[in-house]
């Protein structure tokens, strides 16, 4: 993984942050990954980096989120970073793929937003931070979904009847996407 951690403080060294919570998270997750070099990887405790995507439609009215097996809540696709793994771009583009079920998306591979959440079901040792780096995909118009082994459900949310207990991270991750989408 020593590629994909240089890719990721390269990344996260040359992003812009929008917001000084943004500009938090980016020095927040650097600083983790300057201290561990084991930083990427799901072994690293109680911290480690993750990446995800919002699946947006092509008009950017719809998101496709979902309904994580373990959480019980609603969310864009992501997970852990995996051996094979060469860049943060290319994690959240697989687990985009994967968990969706689209058989392709077009992805962007500029991070929109920065995330740190605390998860209590990722580690036997106690809760870890989950040190989140997110991207925005948008799938093909008629493209199929299909709920894969870590979902219960995956759907469409029209962005303007999300789903109950949809946090503020997780509307500032779809807003940020609709303008992604709209500066093309």
């Not at 500009?23 to 799901?42: C, Q, T």
């Not at 290319?90 to 985009?96: F, T, Y």
């Not at 990722?122 to 093909?140: F, I, N, Q, S």
Request: charged residues 25%.
């Amino acid at each position: 993984m020593r590629s994909l951690h240089a890719d990721a403080l390269a990344v996260l060294g040359a992003w812009s942050a929008p917001d000084p919570e943004q500009e938090r998270h980016r020095r927040r997750i650097v600083a983790h990954l300057e201290r561990h070099p084991d930083g990427m990887s799901r072994s690293c405790f109680p911290d480690h980096v993750t990446a995800g995507t919002l699946v947006v439609s092509t008009d950017g009215t719809e998101v496709l989120l979902n309904l994580h097996g373990k959480a019980r809540q609603w969310f864009a696709f992501g997970g852990h970073c995996e051996d094979g793994d060469a860049t943060l771009a290319e994690v959240a583009h697989r687990e985009a793929l994967e968990e969706s079920g689209l058989p392709r998306v077009d992805f962007d591979p500029l991070p929109v937003q920065l995330d740190e959440h605390a998860v209590p079901f990722c580690d036997a040792r106690g809760t870890v931070a989950h040190l989140d780096v997110r991207y925005v995909a948008v799938a093909p118009p008629g493209a199929h979904h299909a709920v894969s082994d870590e979902s219960l459900d995956v759907r469409w949310w029209p962005v303007d009847a999300l789903p109950d207990g949809i946090g503020s991270d997780m509307r500032e991750l779809i807003e940020l996407a609709r303008a992604r989408l709209a500066a093309g």
